[in-house]
Nanobody, 126 residues
Framework: VQLQASGGGLVQPGGSLRLSCAAS????????IAWFRQAPGKEREVVSC????????FYADSVKGRFTISRDNNKNMAWLQVNVLKPEDTAVYFC????????????????????WGQGTLVTVSS
């Protein structure tokens, strides 16, 4: 049972990346999927979440309008499209899954997530 995040890299300010999260050993169908990030010297924060029940998506204010979360339950995968990247978006990005999770992006609920990916580094620099 695992999640595997990938797709990070070095990108210039204003650039884009598509982060992927592949689930194995369980089905994402019943799980909320979230993306967290942790910048150097900072606490991990949630940036986006998508519910399993109705596909509702939620975003932290800092990424609204620039990041888009999506999922394909048939492929057992999720993605985070990150656009108009800023230097302050530099962080290790993690995907996480919570069984029937409510998806809250205003409070930290890290302990509630059942599975975590290993993280993928996004560096935004010119």
């Amino acid at each position: 049972v695992q999640l595997q995040a990938s797709g990070g890299g070095l990108v210039q300010p204003g650039g884009s990346l598509r982060l992927s999260c592949a689930a194995s050993g369980f089905t994402l169908l019943y799980y909320a999927i979230a993306w967290f990030r942790q910048a150097p010297g900072k606490e991990r924060e949630v940036v986006s979440c998508m519910r399993s029940s109705d596909g509702s998506a939620f975003y932290a204010d800092s990424v609204k309008g620039r990041f888009t979360i999506s999922r394909d339950n048939n492929k057992n995968m999720a993605w985070l499209q990150v656009n108009v990247l800023k230097p302050e978006d530099t962080a290790v990005y993690f995907c996480a899954a919570e069984l029937a999770g409510p998806c809250m992006v205003t409070v930290s609920r890290e302990a509630e997530y059942d599975y975590w990916g290993q993280g993928t580094l996004v560096t935004v620099s010119s």
